[in-house]
């Protein structure tokens, strides 16, 4: 089993930045990709960003390439997701995903998640 806790959401105006955090417990957390993804209201589940289990290979979707940034600092089984330059369109409940195999853009291949965190953005 795997405990994810996300924090670091907020409101922030339409420019602005937010880092996400997501904290571990229970097995090793080295041993699982990981990964962030998103749901605004009425939409489905979404992709953002992935890494692998020694952060050497990161994964971005189309729409936060070159705005956010995926971390892990495994000595203390967090992720991060540095987010910049935000816009309304990035309003959505974060998650953070954990996965025994490879990082993925898909929902189903992560087998832990987090309760979420609001990241609201004001134009």
């Known amino acids: 089993q795997v405990q994810l806790v996300e924090s670091g959401g907020g409101l922030v105006q339409a420019g602005g930045s937010l880092r996400l955090s997501c904290a571990a417990s229970?097995?090793?957390?080295?041993?699982?990709?990981m990964a962030w993804f998103r749901q605004a209201p009425v939409k489905e589940r979404e992709f953002v960003a992935a890494?692998?289990?020694?952060?050497?290979?990161?994964s971005y979707s189309d729409f936060v390439k070159g705005r956010f940034t995926i971390s892990r600092d495994n000595s203390k089984s967090t992720i991060y997701l540095q987010m910049n330059s935000l816009s309304p369109e990035d309003t959505a409940v974060y998650y953070c995903?954990?996965?025994?195999?490879?990082?993925?853009?898909?929902?189903?291949?992560?087998?832990?998640w987090g309760q979420g965190t609001q990241v609201t953005v004001s134009s």
């Open positions: 229970g097995r090793t957390f080295s041993s699982y990709a």
């Open positions: 995903a954990a996965s025994p195999l490879t990082i993925s853009t898909r929902v189903a291949a992560y087998t832990y």
């Open positions: 890494i692998t289990r020694t952060g050497g290979t990161t």
